[in-house]
């Protein structure tokens, strides 16, 4: 450490909390307790200081524009926004109605500025652009294609018309929004200083979710986010109260991985029930959507009683037809040629990586505006059911396994234990159509001298080819016993 000066008379539990700015070769830093702006030099020394005399939100910071320093203040108990030059000058104040709880945001020649009542607009020479009621906190007001983007206390994020105060569109999400949001490439991101903090990307246009990452705290334990967003390298990062620092890929890639299992699930679709194979295109982009990064995604049936297959409308609230983009997906791109098929009569292998990305009827997952990857494992055995008889000594177990299968030539082995030990096992070869069910069953011989008691067995399925090595799947215990 090279130096450090002491300025805040009162700490109390925030100290400086401020995020000093360096600006034309100074620094500038507030301090809350009696309202005052510090500028200082490179070597830290004290060059002037401006103080307004009463406390100030601990959160709030310098902001700079065209050689004028802005900070809040509290004058006579009335928070105030006050430009300053670097020579320590005043040039204007703004009095605001209620406390002033973010830093100033700058832009499309205003300066935008909340308090725990209001959101006011001020023009640079001080004047009141507009104003309306609001519920602010330390979210500071993120400024893009021609809006600001700020949170609130009653968690939800707006996007108001800067130039007008319009509220264009609301987002609600599930706390309050401690967090400043950052806006690139049409998305905006911020987070919720809730328990369960969430990180969320929104379309910056319409305020329509693309997905959201939810912390999951053990109980009793908090995971909240103040922590603002930052962007570089095509990389999103955020801090969270569990001790980790997230890093999210925001150059439009979300890569998910996912394991599918033999069985189906329902779509419902304009009242209309439908029944998915797991192991489908579409399937993948079901479980996907509530995994670790949850989103949205709608269908249409229209195409479906002539061929069969069902669209994808929208993914991530990006609906096709917007910008003359649209969802599309490939499977193993570049290796295999695009799908001809619905997404959901698509069947997908162990190990597919399956793409669905946004973009033009020409563009690959490569140039697509938005992709979603999808790492995919396939479960090729399930077993349905596993029952299993009693027994005796120098006798037979007889068990039962309900299994479906994904492809042919198939192992099914049960076996067990007793508490001594002693072990039980039997052996069954079997083939099957891939998706319809069968019923195996398996031989067990007891010896003669095995041990009287209890046995745990379990019922496990192999390739063919690759037993006993690499197991498929197995059951849940069943208890028998030899008599």
Known sequence: MLKSVKLEASPSWWGIASSPLYYNGSIYVTTFSNGTLWKLNNEGNVLWNYTTGGETSPYTS???????????????????????????????????????TNTPSIGYGKVFVATDKKLYAVNLDGNEAWNITFNGTMSTAAIAYGNIYIGSKDGKLYCFNASSGKIEWIFEANGKIDSSPVVANGVVYF??????????????????????YRLKPPEGIYYNIMSSPFLADNKLFIGADDGYVYCFNSSGLIEINVTLTIGNYTEVINGNKYFINNTTALAALHYASFDSITFEYTLDDSWYDEYGSMLVKSIFGLENGYN??????????????????????????????????YGSFISTPENATVVLKINVKVVEAKINGFTASDGFRGGNITAWVDITTANSGWFVVVSGLNGEGDYLAGISTFYVRAYEGIRVPVLIHVPQKATTGDYKLHAGVYRF????????????????GVK
């Open 62 to 100: 310098p902001s700079a524009y065209n050689g004028m320093i802005l900070f809040t203040g509290n004058e006579s108990e009335q928070q105030v926004l006050i430009t300053i030059n670097e020579s320590g000058s005043i040039v204007w104040k703004f009095h605001v109605e209620g406390k002033i």
């Open 191 to 212: 987070a919720t200083n809730t328990p369960e903090g969430t990180i969320y990307a929104v379309n910056a246009s319409n305020g329509n979710l693309l997905w959201l």
């Open 324 to 357: 003359e983009n649209y969802w599309m997906y490939w499977v193993n791109y570049p290796e295999e040629s695009m799908p001809s098929v619905g997404a959901n009569q698509y069947e997908l292998g162990d190990k597919d990586t399956i793409y669905w990305y």
């Open 465 to 480: 080819e690759e037993y006993p090595e690499s197991i498929i799947t197995w059951s849940h215990e069943v208890v028998i």
